[in-house]
């Protein structure tokens, strides 16, 4: 946001500009073992929206990019963090979300998709606020929205075995 905040003076001047802030699908859905990660990308929606709100009137926009599970660098770091936790009384289901995740990545689309995307919310005349990017992503959404916390807690503690 720094560098962001930095442009601001400028784009007000110009009388426009844009934002575009990449975050996840975890900046709006929640799963156990990684709140940490999804910690950070739930604040990065919240900072974004306010954002948005803050320079509206000076015609700066502000976007999110909420991308799904896409084929990068990721899956391998979060093999690194479940052996990390070797030894854990949360073994289990630090092993059953790796599964899930290499199960993720083996079907993960290219991240060029999420690179269209970007560059859609930079060049486009009116941007959406939001772009979900990938069906993944576009599911938990919908369904975060209409299914009950409780039940939502039970299937996923079922996944993993919590």
């Known amino acids: 946001m720094r560098l962001a905040r930095l442009a601001l003076p400028h784009q007000r001047a110009a009388g426009g500009g ?3 802030n990449v975050s996840s699908i975890y900046g ?5 073992l990684s ?3 999804q910690a950070s990308k739930h604040a990065l929606e919240a900072v ?3 954002l948005r709100m803050e320079v509206a009137k000076d015609g700066i926009k502000v976007v999110l990019v909420e991308p799904g599970a896409f084929r990068t660098g ?3 770091d979060n093999r690194r963090e479940v052996e990390s936790h070797h030894g854990s009384r949360y073994d289990d289901a630090y092993d059953r979300a790796l599964r899930l995740t290499r ?6 689309p290219d991240p060029v998709w ?3 995307v970007i560059g859609h919310a930079v060049g486009s005349r009116n941007p959406l606020p939001r772009y979900l990017v990938g069906l993944d992503a576009i599911t938990a959404a919908a369904l975060a929205k209409v299914t009950p916390t409780v039940l939502r807690d039970r299937v996923i503690r079922l996944a993993l075995g919590l």
């Open 48 to 50: 974004s929206d306010a």
């Open 18 to 20: 844009r934002i575009v």
């Open 74 to 76: 990721i899956w391998e």
């Open 28 to 32: 709006l859905t929640t799963t156990p």
């Open 35 to 37: 709140g940490w990660y």
């Open 114 to 116: 999420v690179a269209r």
């Open 103 to 108: 199960l993720a990545g083996t079907t993960a």
